[in-house]
């Protein structure tokens, strides 16, 4: 389903860790239209309708559900095309798993293409039988009693530094190495400013990796290619990394949070915070039980099919002008993960608001 531009579909995000909440429009002036998936992708079928900026994380569920590429459905240089079965036959899925929900679950997304295929291109449907070493998870006792989530989150704050000196911080700049699952690594340079923007430039054999976001909206940039803006949903995500007071922040981000036991990450007696608020995705916060400090954040991203996790494991935290943070932390999804450490960090220095700007596409032939 390429865009009538005829630009490939890119399904896999770029390198980096974002966020949350996007901002509210003026009521004064009236919101753009909203483009439909057959306005901007040609040969739209069974998603007619939906918002276009919902193709791609749709795209991604599928691929994170099978395990598979865009080329197991897909032509290369010809996403319109309906040459493959596996193409075919996920029309036919997405009108099967949308007549299922319908039926039996009052149209919630119950069932998904996870469901069933659970990472693999074929739908499982025997029970696995357990490895010679596997061994039953450890349940996680109740405690008597457990604090509060306002606690949690106020105590968070402390732990980094306070509010105060969380928002003296008005910019960081932060110099390190990326390193793929695979063992690759490359220099990774990060940039943040307030309110609310933040650039990651991975250096690459064939050029930078960008991920980045303004304040208002996220666009992502990789070797050879035009850049692209961020989906809605992607642009959710990408706030919260831009956010450089979430941890005073994030108390205001959401309704309603709530505790509830969760098992050890690593060496981490964890307490296990859920931000929640109606008609979004939840957001699920780690704090070590000891330390106060965030182990791990779980957030997602919504597409018509499911949601997209992507969890984040930080480490290594250290003071950087009277804040604490962290110098190490991994970012994992369906489909691979990443690990970014940093060796210098710089507070409070100059930024130029270009690093966070997309350029200019290249006239079109």
């Known amino acids: 389903m390429p865009s009538r531009s005829r630009l490939p579909l890119r399904l896999l995000v770029p390198i980096a860790a974002a966020a949350l909440l996007a901002p509210v429009a003026s009521s004064q002036s009236a919101a753009p239209p909203v483009k439909k998936a057959e306005d901007e992708f040609m040969n739209i079928q069974v998603l007619k309708g939906v918002p276009a900026d919902q ?51 009052d149209g919630h997304r119950a069932v998904t293409c996870f469901s069933c295929h659970h990472g693999s291109e074929e739908p499982a449907s025997v029970p696995t039988i357990h490895p010679a070493d596997w061994k ?71 050029g930078a990796n960008v991920t980045a976001f303004d304040g208002k909206a996220g666009w992502l940039g990789s070797p050879g290619r035009p850049p692209r803006d961020m989906s809605a949903a992607e642009a959710e995500g990408a706030r919260l990394d831009a956010d450089l007071s979430f941890a005073v922040d994030v108390k205001q981000m959401y309704k309603e949070f709530k505790v509830t036991p969760a098992e050890k990450i690593g060496d981490h007696d964890v307490w296990l915070v859920t931000g929640r608020t109606e008609g979004q995705p939840p957001l ?27 969890q984040i494991d930080y480490e290594d935290y250290r003071e950087a002008d009277g804040v604490k943070i962290p110098h190490k932390w991994t970012v994992a999804r369906p489909l691979g993960r990443f690990t970014i450490k940093i060796d210098e960090t710089k507070t409070n220095v100059p930024v130029d608001d270009a690093k966070f700007a997309k350029p200019p596409e290249a006239p079109k032939p």
């Not at 994170?64 to 095309?81: I, P, Q, T």
């Not at 039980?289 to 992507?310: A, D, F, H, K, M």
Request: aromatic share 8%.
């Open 55 to 105: 193709i791609l994380p749709a795209m991604q569920f599928i691929s994170n559900s099978l395990g598979a590429d865009c080329e197991y459905c897909h032509v290369r240089g010809s996403f319109d095309k309906d040459d493959k079965e596996p193409k075919k036959t996920a029309r036919k899925m997405i009108t099967m798993m949308n007549a299922i929900n319908t039926a039996n679950f």
């Open 136 to 206: 039953e998870p450890a349940k996680v006792p109740k405690p008597a009693s457990m604090p509060a989530a306002a606690a949690l989150l106020d105590k968070y704050a402390q732990a980094v530094g306070g509010a105060e000196a969380v928002r003296k911080v008005s910019s960081r700049v932060q110099k390190g190495t990326m390193t793929a699952a695979e063992g690759r690594s490359f220099p990774i340079e990060v940039y943040s400013k307030a309110p609310d923007m933040r650039a990651s430039y991975v250096t690459m054999d064939q």
């Open 284 to 310: 699920r916060l780690y704090f070590d039980q000891q330390s106060g400090l965030l182990v791990r954040l779980t957030r997602y991203i919504e597409s018509p099919l499911g949601r997209n996790p992507t």
